[in-house]
């Protein structure tokens, strides 16, 4: 028995060592919660004639002949008769070792496991498992239990190592016996000799269908160390000092007076409680998130006024120019009337004028709006209190510390666009405060969502040039700017070509990321102010571009988006006071994901309900992308099957960390001890 809470490294050879490392088994520990894929009975005999094909089943029988064949493919093909009934059943090897070969040498005696199907000859195997037995050796009375394991160690090896590291471990429970009895789960020792050995008599499919008690208490363990995990970081970061932002609220008065809109109910909530985190001398680490157009930009204005007023700076970074630029007029045109220094920070400036506003951002400018050219060495900030990050999502977790660096500590507000499933948000952001924007402003008008066959191009390019006679305006976005062979799609360059030649009494312009920042500009500042009917695009205006004029998007290849691109994108129309309409064009074959994501598109609106899709879709580890660098990810516990173990774990979290900071300390290092990287605060 070793020290509780003790990493055991394991004691293998360095060769072995390294095929281990490969599937992330470093410790005993690792070990012990490496559980199997799946079990296969071999506690009985099957007799050949008696095989259901196509269902996995145990033979034994004895080598009569085998040979490699070369036609139609290099194979080797074993015939084999049942040791008790004599029935021949054919095992077919299409690749294997000398030393496997030697093994089916005629006279061996074998057990196989494996489907038995109809072949050329007869009953066969393909790619049976296989051992050479004594006759009359004693079957095994559990299951076998089958790992994921990687080239080179042999599926026997891997169960001896967790067999042993299953017999000295510490399996001592992390968990009272109330917390136990309140979850109705079974102690940590009796959970993982169950998965690892199976007693006997014990169902196949109950066991893989992972609903079995002692599958849940290794999902709420996994959970259990997530929450811990992130609990604890957000903890140590509430003892950090930070300025205490407090103000009258005059500047954020005379900005509400001034704007044409009032607040939803939403809006005035979060502004409220983002009003007293900056109050307090610990650091604001809240992610404000709502759907397309629900107005996070005056909300985070707002937050912005109260650090402004309180006598520090506050720095906006997103990650696209575009996008910057879009907020910095905006935020210029809402506060510089009220007195307030704005900065702009971008890579595309030249030498002066960024020497200048560098030289700004060190002394009078109030406000910092930029892209990642904030976080650059040069940038020394003059007193930052408040940090902002539009679409947190693109930026690592690296470049988010390194704005909070520039400052004394200062608050975070992190905004998203992509609505977060609760589960997800629950499990992958416990370290942050989350505010939903879950209302928005009136005057949206519902968008009109429509599936056009790219077969149709023509009467798309008619439904264009209605709307603009009409007196609106267009978008039609591309995924490409160059010609790429591989995926033969349309790009913005020839779509414009196209546009331009069957529309010639239309002004059409084209924006796309590697246009220089002046270009772009210009281009966007001539499509809002009317002056361009239809704009051709990639994805650079996937979010921030408001032109309420613009009722009309089409998307190019629609079936080659991610369903929070479609979504972004459907959101920059339906803006003003026009019926709008978003349609996407579609290639022909369509794979079974892309008809899937353009059917959850079509038929669904609301950006929380296709978050919750894609995330079935797709998977948390894709879902959240970048941001969860140094997050634990989920192996075992499924976020929509397990939502209530995440309801539950989160509450023990607390518990654990409060009352038995010992015991959280232990189940963190059990379960994330080889990845130290995590245990990090």
């Known amino acids: 028995m070793t020290q509780a809470g003790a990493a055991i490294p394991l004691q293998v050879s360095d060769a072995l060592q390294k095929k281990l490392a490969k599937l992330g ?72 070792y000398p030393s496997q070969r030697a093994m089916l040498s005629e006279g061996a005696r074998l057990r196989v496991f494996g489907e038995v199907r109809g072949g050329f000859f007869g009953a066969e195997m393909v790619h049976p498992r296989f051992r050479t037995v004594a006759q009359d050796e004693p079957l095994p009375t559990g299951l076998t239990p089958i790992y994921p394991t990687t080239a080179g160690l042999a599926p026997a090896a891997l169960r001896k190592l967790i067999a042993r590291a299953l017999d000295k471990a510490d399996l001592s429970d992390t968990l009272d016996q109330d917390t136990l009895g309140h979850l109705g789960l079974p102690s940590f020792a009796a959970a993982l000799h169950f998965l690892h050995a199976p007693p006997p008599g014990t169902p196949v499919a109950g066991l ?24 604890r ?33 939403a809006q005035r909530r979060a502004v409220d409680e983002i009003a007293a985190d900056l109050a307090q001398p610990y650091p604001m680490q809240r992610l404000l998130q709502g759907d397309v157009g629900s107005g996070k930009t005056i909300v985070a204005a707002l937050a912005a006024c109260q650090a402004i007023e309180a006598g520090w700076q506050a720095a906006f970074m997103a990650p696209t120019e ?251 129309v339906g803006r003003g006071s026009h019926g709008s309409s978003c349609v996407l064009l579609y290639a022909q074959p369509l794979s079974e994901t892309a008809r899937q994501r353009l059917k959850i598109i079509y038929e669904n609106t609301d950006g929380f309900e296709i978050a919750r899709q894609d995330l079935q879709l797709r998977g948390p580890g894709e879902f959240v992308g970048s941001r969860q660098s140094g997050v634990p990810l989920l192996r075992y516990a499924d976020l929509e099957r397990d939502a209530d173990l995440v309801d539950a774990a989160r509450q023990v979290a607390e518990k654990l960390l409060d009352q038995a900071p010992e015991r959280a300390e232990r189940h963190l290092k059990r379960w994330l001890g080889s990845r130290e990287e995590l245990l990090k605060s």
């Not at 009975?41 to 004639?49: F, L, S």
């Not at 704005?342 to 009078?364: D, F, P, Y």
């Not at 002046?518 to 704009?535: R, S, Y």
């Open 233 to 265: 970081a957000y903890r140590a970061r509430r003892e950090q000092g930070a300025p205490e932002l407090k103000a009258r609220g005059e500047l954020a008065a005379r900005l509400l007076g001034n704007l044409p809109f009032g607040l939803t109910g």
């Open 25 to 96: 088994l470093r410790t005993e520990d690792d070990l012990l919660i490496h559980l199997p894929l799946r079990y296969e009975d071999e506690t009985r005999i099957t007799p050949v004639g008696d095989a259901p094909w196509g269902e996995p089943v145990q033979l034994e029988v004895v080598v009569a002949s085998s040979e490699v064949q070369f036609r139609p493919r290099r194979q080797l093909l074993v015939r084999a008769r049942d040791a008790g009934t004599g029935d021949d059943v054919w095992l077919r090897f299409f690749s294997f």
């Open 322 to 572: 575009i996008l910057a630029e879009q907020h910095y007029l905006k935020l210029k045109a809402w506060l510089e009337p009220l007195g307030v220094a704005i900065a702009w920070l971008s890579g595309s400036l030249k030498t002066a004028a960024k020497r200048e506003q560098l030289a700004r951002v060190a002394a009078e400018a109030r406000l910092v709006v930029g892209t990642h050219a904030l976080i650059q060495e040069t940038v020394d900030f003059a007193r930052l209190g408040l940090a902002i990050v539009d679409e947190q999502h693109r930026f690592g977790v690296e470049q988010r510390l390194a704005l909070r660096k520039k400052g004394a500590n200062p608050h975070q507000l992190m905004m998203s666009a992509t609505p977060i499933p609760r589960t997800l948000a629950m499990s992958y952001y416990a370290d942050l405060d989350v505010t939903v924007l879950d209302e928005l402003p009136p005057g949206r008008t519902p968008v009109r969502t429509r599936l056009v066959s790219d077969a149709r191009r023509d009467d798309v390019v008619a439904f264009v040039a209605k709307y603009v006679e009409e007196g609106r305006q267009a978008y039609w976005v591309c995924p490409l700017i160059e010609e790429s062979e591989a995926l033969q799609l349309q790009t913005a360059q020839e779509t414009f070509e196209h546009l331009s030649a069957d529309l010639p009494r239309l002004r059409i312009g084209l924006v796309h990321g590697r246009l220089k920042a002046d270009e772009k500009q210009a281009t966007m500042a001539a499509f809002a102010a009317g002056d361009i009917d239809v704009l051709v695009a990639t994805t650079v205006i996937e979010v921030g571009v408001d032109v309420p004029n613009a009722s009309l998007m089409v998307i190019e290849h629609a079936e080659r988006f991610g369903l929070s691109q479609l979504h972004q994108l459907r959101g920059r």
């Open 208 to 231: 893989q269908e992972g609903s079995h008690p002692a599958w849940r208490r290794v999902k709420f363990d996994e959970v259990l160390a997530q929450q811990l995990s992130l609990r």
